[in-house]
């Protein structure tokens, strides 16, 4: 007589993905094996990846499509088992623009453009400003440390965004020289376009003196 041992196959069940996800997302992979001590490694369209979990980073939609698993425990290899996964693309955002540089007090209009069909858009901005239009009239030009906005374009669940700064000049004195003087004075002031702007100098008085 002899003896003769067989080993059992590890058996993969309860294969599950994190997918769908967007482009950049990971993917992460799951299976169960029914023995101990199994090593497991992924086959995708992109190469393979070992583990379980099992990630695949910096994905973009060509990661779409099956992945098969082999497991191996005790020397002896699985039947592959598949799953699908599916990675979508990130909708297109052209670069922003404004209708700036500004002065105080002009109108305001930012737009943003995506050539990708069925998107929505979202503009955010300073003291709570948004909007869903993709050219948004923002109202008067306002001075303010920060006029920095942001779209946000969404497809099928995916988004992706990007920023404009509108530069905004104020429009009003802002320096007068020498002071007190003898009668010559300078004045520095921001000008839209050609204009005439009336001054009056006045003493503490009130009283116009020029």
């Known amino acids: 007589t002899v003896e003769v041992k067989i080993k059992p196959l590890p058996e993969l069940t309860n294969l599950s993905s994190n997918t769908p996800i967007c482009t950049g997302d990971s ?3 799951r299976a169960t094996s029914s023995l101990d001590s199994t090593s497991y490694m992924w086959y995708g369209p992109k190469g393979s990846v070992e583990g379980n979990p099992a990630l695949v980073k910096n994905t973009d939609a060509s990661f779409t499509g099956t992945y098969t698993l082999l497991a191996k425990a005790f020397g002896c290899t699985s039947l592959p088992a598949t799953i699908h996964v599916d990675v979508k693309p990130l909708p297109e955002l052209q670069p ?7 002065y105080v007090g002009d109108t305001l209009i930012i737009s943003g453009y995506s ?22 009239v923002v109202g008067p030009a306002i ?32 320096l007068l020289y020498p002071n007190p003087n003898y009668g010559t004075i300078n004045l520095k002031v921001n000008m839209k376009g050609t204009k005439t702007i009336p001054i009056d100098v006045v003493n503490i008085l009130g009283q116009v003196v020029q």
């Open 27 to 29: 993917i992460v992979l």
């Open 96 to 102: 922003l623009t404004n209708n700036g540089p500004l």
């Open 115 to 136: 050539p990708t069909p069925n998107v929505t858009y979202k503009w955010t901005g300073p003291e709570g400003f948004t909007s869903t239009e993709a050219t948004a």
């Open 143 to 174: 001075e303010r440390g920060d006029n920095m906005y942001t779209l946000t374009v969404m497809h099928d669940g995916c988004g992706v965004s990007g920023k404009t700064y509108v530069q905004i000049y104020p429009i009003e004195l802002f």
